[in-house]
């Protein structure tokens, strides 16, 4: 799941939390999406003492992004509460979250 927020500069600040059944498995977690040219290696969540995986990035406004989370090195996940979802061409959805302000 995420949260956005707003911020002074007009960017968007969005905190991405994997959601815990699929924390409970994992190791090693990216975010992967075309805010980072969707590398597998770029934006990695940290791990919390409580378990939780967690990242916060700030994205520019008024955007859609399309994202999946990358569990493990294989695993593909969307996200459970993303704004909604796009088909890709590898026969799957991406999640997008969409940073306009009434969004």
Request: proline content about 5%; cysteine-free; hydrophobic content about 40%.
């Amino acid at each position: 799941m995420f949260t956005k927020r707003v911020l002074k500069s007009g960017k968007v600040k969005v905190e991405f939390v994997l959601p815990d059944a699929i924390a409970a498995e994992a190791v090693s977690v990216f975010v992967v999406g075309d805010f980072n040219d969707w590398s597998e290696t770029a934006t990695p969540m940290t791990q919390l003492k409580n378990g939780k995986f967690k990242i916060t990035i700030e994205l520019e406004p008024d955007r859609e992004y399309r994202f999946r989370y990358l569990v493990n090195g294989t695993q593909w996940h969307n996200d459970w509460n993303a704004d909604k979802y796009v088909a890709n061409p590898f026969s799957g959805d991406d999640s997008v979250i969409n940073t306009a302000p009434d969004a």
